[in-house]
């Protein structure tokens, strides 16, 4: 099936014949509260969010993206308090960590926590990283001995970190980070699928071998990779509620021409309905864009969030720009003193419209939530200071600190200074 847009048609063109589905057309506006209900952002925080709270963070996103800085808060904690608020971050730890976990981590998105019954759907990336010649899967190939003693080791010990494994391969050098040959291989398997990340300590994996930590049902029942495609896309079509072929791709980093096929027929099935969103172009055509059927259509959304700079509202960045008139690249890369908004700036989601960033660095000494640097984004509504400083004092609070501060750069530092004042007087 192959599918076009025309003046508001979506002509399907199936075996020669062709066929007419008529296209919705979805405002700017309400494209944006689509999104964010689909991510959860269309319901007030819970009074005590628990575990059950939770899994219906990990239900609606499907993953959770891993990053090692926590200059403010580790990436993955962060997206559940953006949509629930204030929880125990050990409750999410027993979600996706440990064998008895509910997640599992793997190279989705990028490096994530997936529902362990994702695992199967993968198994087409781990059979392209084991044929990647001389790229990482050529690596185990090259290293074949080595890899098979590390099976063995983990086969006699259980689960470990590599640096755990004595061997003479497990001294660090050479470019990759530092890592060992040990170190190097295990992270190899591990995207392979032939030994998987049960747990981390101090941000450290711990590698076992896919049976000590897998149900036996997961393992050798991997769906054909077309199937797998389709499965992912109508899930990331769920969680991003309206989306275009280049947003469903990269919700789980996916080549475009399975993704295409998988679209075409989950609009074949209804499952997706072809949407037109104005002003959204290419080149003189409007970009073809689809809603999952179960999407919420809100009146409005009234919310004020953190987002991670890896939370799924904002990771696609081409998709933040088009949703949010949003240019957002994190800085944590750039030199000191080329960096405009700071070194970890988050951007800020007030209502349907992210408007602001700001760069927070949880001091813990201090017990302080430091406000490095605020900057407010054309037309910031007037009450955004009023309405984030709670938040920031939320966020404060969940990660065990005092008090707030803000340090005085950006333009948006004054009002939130003042507001805290007010607050305090």
């Known amino acids: 099936m192959r599918d076009a847009i025309v003046n508001g048609v979506a002509m399907s063109v199936v075996g020669g014949s062709v066929g007419c589905i008529m296209v919705d ?33 990990v239900d609606r996103l499907g993953l959770l993206q891993i990053d090692s ?47 362990r019954e994702l695992w199967p759907l993968f198994e087409f990336r781990r059979d392209e990283y084991r044929r990647s010649g001389s790229d990482w899967g050529g690596w185990v190939a090259e290293q074949r001995d080595l890899a098979v003693w590390l099976r063995a080791e983990l086969a006699a010990n259980g689960p470990m970190r590599a640096s755990e494994i004595e061997h ?24 392979t699928g032939d030994v998987i990340c049960v747990d981390r300590v101090r941000f450290e994996r711990v590698y076992a071998l896919p049976e000590q930590a897998l149900p036996a049902e997961l393992l050798g029942s991997a769906p054909p990779e077309a199937d797998a495609v389709r499965q992912l896309v109508e899930r990331a079509a769920a969680a991003q509620g309206i989306a275009t072929e280049a947003d469903l791709a990269d919700y789980w980093r996916m080549k475009r021409a399975p993704v295409r096929q998988a679209v075409a027929e989950l609009v074949d099935a209804r499952v997706l309905l072809p949407v037109e969103v ?18 919420h259509r809100p009146r409005r959304i009234e919310q004020v969030a953190l987002l991670s700079p890896f939370d799924p509202v904002v990771w696609f960045r081409p998709r933040t720009e088009r949703l949010f008139d949003f240019h957002y690249r994190i800085e944590i890369y750039t030199p000191e003193p080329d960096r405009k908004f700071g070194y970890y700036s988050l951007p800020v989601l007030v209502d349907d419209r992210v408007v602001a960033r700001v760069d927070l660095k949880s001091d813990r000494k201090a017990r302080t939530l430091r406000v490095q640097s605020a900057w407010a984004e054309p037309g910031v509504p007037a009450e ?22 803000v340090a005085g750069r950006g333009d948006l530092s004054p009002a939130l200074a003042g507001e805290l004042a007010a607050a305090a007087a």
């Open 25 to 57: 057309v979805v405002s700017p506006a309400l494209a944006r509260r689509i999104a964010l209900a689909a991510q959860g952002f269309a319901r007030p925080h819970p009074e005590a969010a628990g575990t059950r709270a939770l899994n219906g963070v």
């Open 69 to 115: 800085v926590n200059v403010f808060e580790r990436s993955h904690y962060l997206p559940a308090f953006s949509r629930v608020g204030h929880y125990d971050r050990g409750l999410l730890d027993r979600i996706t960590s440990g064998r008895q976990g509910r997640m599992v981590e793997y190279w989705a998105h990028q490096a994530a926590y997936i529902p």
């Open 168 to 191: 003479d391969a497990n001294e660090r050098r050479g470019p990759w980070w530092g890592w060992s040959d040990v170190k190097r291989t295990l992270e190899m398997m591990f995207r």
């Open 384 to 405: 955004t200071a009023a309405r984030l400083v709670p938040v920031l004092r939320r966020a404060a609070a969940w990660q065990g600190l005092d008090e707030v501060v």
């Open 278 to 295: 104005p002003g959204r172009q290419t080149g003189a055509r409007p970009t073809p864009a689809w809603l999952h059927r179960d999407a």
